[in-house]
T-cell receptor
């Protein structure tokens, strides 16, 4: 069975500072990895995804993530955050063989960007 | 890009009544759709996989007789919460996929009073 651990439930940061949101996964098979953002009372928006190839994945809004197979991690980073980045961020994993559309989510990290 | 819509966006119902939530893929056909539930300040939990033309597949612990799923066409799946109780109050989100990726609906906020 797959699982996702987001180590930080809340991350406060000042505007224009860098941020890293941590995500570790466990799986006995190869995985697809995703980061989604959720603004209050809205659905999920895909930030980026790793399916194969380059381990450094660039997404929307200046975010990027690096897949590290040896550490089973997929941490999300942004070099300089804005107030508008305040939201809930979810890391997710799926099994390419067993139904790649079925996602297992972490518990989320609430990013708060302060002025 | 592909768009998934949900209707209604929010609904309030009385305990004991049933409520239907629709999930539509607006510009693509989806053989499979997924229903998730999200409690306040928690993650999304997969409830069931909705298969067009066949029965839904429910995750362990999800009551299939309480959460009725119908996938009547390639663009529409419905989730009916039967005999709703206050503990069913939650944010329900559907997703659908095509070759381009997985797309989530905006969610439906259900409040049972």
């Amino acid at each position: 069975a797959q699982s996702v651990t987001q180590l930080d439930s809340q991350v406060p940061v000042f505007e224009e500072a860098p941020v890293e949101l941590r995500c570790n996964y466990s799986s006995s098979v190869s995985v697809y990895l995703f980061w989604y953002v959720q603004y209050p009372n809205q659905g999920l928006q895909l930030l980026l995804k790793y399916l194969s190839g380059s381990t450094l994945v660039k997404g929307i809004n200046g975010f990027e993530a690096e897949f590290n197979k040896s550490q089973t991690s997929f941490h999300l980073r942004k070099p300089s955050v804005h107030i508008s980045d305040t939201a809930e961020y979810f890391c997710a994993v799926s099994d390419p063989q067993g139904g790649s559309e079925k996602l297992v989510f972490g518990k989320g990290t609430k990013l708060t960007v302060n002025p | 890009g592909a768009v998934v819509s949900q209707h209604p966006s929010w609904v309030i119902c009385k305990s004991g009544t049933s409520v239907k939530i629709e999930c539509r893929s607006l510009d693509f056909q989806a053989t499979t759709m997924f229903w998730y539930r999200q409690f306040p300040k928690q993650s999304l939990m997969l409830m069931a996989t909705s298969n067009e033309g066949s029965k839904a597949t429910y995750e362990q612990g999800v009551e299939k007789d309480k959460f009725l799923i119908n996938h009547a066409s390639l663009t529409l799946s419905t989730l009916t919460v039967t005999s709703a109780h206050p503990e069913d109050s939650s944010f329900y989100i559907c997703s659908a996929s095509d070759q381009g990726g997985i797309y989530f609906g905006p969610g439906t906020r259900l409040t049972v009073t």
